[in-house]
């Protein structure tokens, strides 16, 4: 693969996480931002998204939020993620109040 040009796994990720950042903005009522880390690379069910925002109170709404989470899930399937890793990838929420109480504010240490 030549330098600077993304992998198939890697564009579909991408593809995936804006979706996800556009489904679950109009369905929060705060700022949304969304990551993802992984090692899809290797295996597809080693993948990651977190839906972050600021605080706990919307992160349980949007947890609940039954329709929200079926059709985030159902983007892996729009977008052709392999089908050999997509009922493990893991789509969460996290909000800022947790990571400042749990990990002084450390979104990496949050995670690691």
């Known amino acids: 693969m030549p330098f600077g040009r993304l992998s198939p796994i890697a564009q579909v990720t991408n593809r995936i996480e804006r979706e996800i950042e556009k ?20 295996h597809p069910r080693h993948l990651v998204y977190w839906i972050c925002v600021r605080s706990d109170h919307e992160k349980d709404r949007l947890q609940r939020d039954v329709l929200l989470n ?4 159902e983007l892996l399937t729009i977008h052709n993620y392999p089908v050999e890793g997509r009922e493990e990838v893991h789509i969460g929420f996290e909000s800022h109040e947790t990571v400042d109480r749990e990990s ?9």
């Open 104 to 112: 002084g504010g450390n979104w990496w240490v949050h995670w690691k």
């Open 70 to 73: 079926t059709r985030l899930r």
């Open 23 to 42: 489904i679950a903005s109009e369905a929060s009522k705060e700022k949304v931002w969304v990551t993802h880390y992984g090692a899809n690379d290797i």
